[in-house]
């Protein structure tokens, strides 16, 4: 519903705004410097995508915290209210991640690179899908899901980034223990593990949320 | 058409095992009246209004908004329900503006000049932010959305609890003024007896979740009456009488507040022979702190 996104992203903007500005800075600081800080700079700005993935989803709910009743009151189903507020913050990721993309294009060329979509499939492939989109996401709904819990933005933040850790703990380890020969099937089994995991998490939000209590 | 638009039978919220909020309650609002809900802070008066708009589950009973289930219907009621909160928070950073503009899509029954019409009668700025706005401005806002899309039912939580005495007044003049005009079934919670009676024609008293009673106002005004006795000499202990709520021993005198007062049953206060005996109407004040106040009879 047009009301409800709107809403949504009247709330988000100068979280996306600072985040934009983070990642674009990142980047342009990668074209200014050379040898492994150029690679520094890129990666640091695919975690500052990490740390807004975990705030968008820390702020869904959080913002609701005095407002939830009025918000709940008006003849809105719980599932419309759920997946505008879900989508919104899915969405902020997918804006970041087009902002990398749309730089490291105009990097590209502008350092002299020809092929661009031969880059763009190999950045898409071992960062963006197999690393940075599933962990985003994760983090994302770990987040929201500890907002909706909660209701507060510092405990939802490191509550997410403490539970994505745990998570991936694991799996770090034994792809440490194995070396890059089983990079690509580790990747790609953590992506589908990640997703599975950020799936369940969604369906326990949904769950709870379609049961919450405005509670006295 | 269904005679009463809330209709509850053994409604009950447990929070906790020792948390009853709401104990077996059995309310019937009838259509078309103003229907005051009184009661103590902590009485179960929110929890009943949010188990009726489906904000809170109930765990045993059944209860009936427009003749519906809450539970199962909560979006078909909220569209024809209008429901100000007790200190209703909005979205601080929109504009009064805003606020109606995010709301109107909600509701197919919109009336954009009567939006129009209450901003203008509420004397409500629209470009101010809702943050900006006093305590008073904020109900009236609460009141213009829950007007606006010419609900069936009008519910009140409490809407002027902690406005001063006069932008109380003005509040109450805006809800007197509506349903005058639009003659509307009003469902109003209270703590503040004397707006209460200002407006309502039916009352019902709620105290620890169990509702005292519920009937019509001049009703209830015709059953509870205060009967003063005065007496000679000392005042007799076992002075006592059907419906006894409270007793309050002044001197020689002797009051007792009783509900269901009958003329015929003075006769039985005659063996204690007091020098004079009146019954005194109450008003609505009175009538409720003799129901829950501390020194009521159990």
Redesign the interface.
Known sequence: ???LF??EW??NRTNLLIGIMIVIGFLLLSFFVSGDMVDIAKVLALVAIFAFAGVFGAWSFTKEK??L??F??????RETIFLNKWLSGILNILILLSVVLVMEAVIFYSTGGFNFLFHLRQTADNRILAWSLPAYFLYYNIAFLLSLLLFEIISAVLGGLIIYVVVAIPFVSFFSSHGPRLYHALAWIWTILQLIISLSIFLIAYRIFS?K???? | MAEYVIETQGLTKR?TRRNE?VKSLDLKVPKGSVYVFLGRNGAGK??TI?ML?G???KTAGKAEVLGLDPDKNP?????RVG?V?DN????D?MTIQETI???????PTWNNSLAEDLLKRFELPKRAKIKELSRGMNGKVALLLALAHQPELLILDDPTSGLDPVVRREFLQGIIEIIHQEAKTVFFSTHIITEAEQIADYAGVLEEGKLLLSQPLDKLKDSVKQIRLIFENKVPDDVSFPGLLKKELVGHELVLTVKDYAPDALKSLARFNPKSTEVLDLNLEDIFVSLVGKEAVA
Request: net charge positive.
């Open positions: 519903m047009k009301s709107w809403k009247r709330e005095n407002t009743e009025f709940l009151s008006t003849p809105v189903k049961r209590e405005v509670k006295v | 929070y909020a929110t929890t949010r708009l904000l809170l589950q979006v078909p009621i909220k569209k429901y909160a209703q928070k909005m979205y950073w503009n995010f709301c109107r899509p909600f509701y």
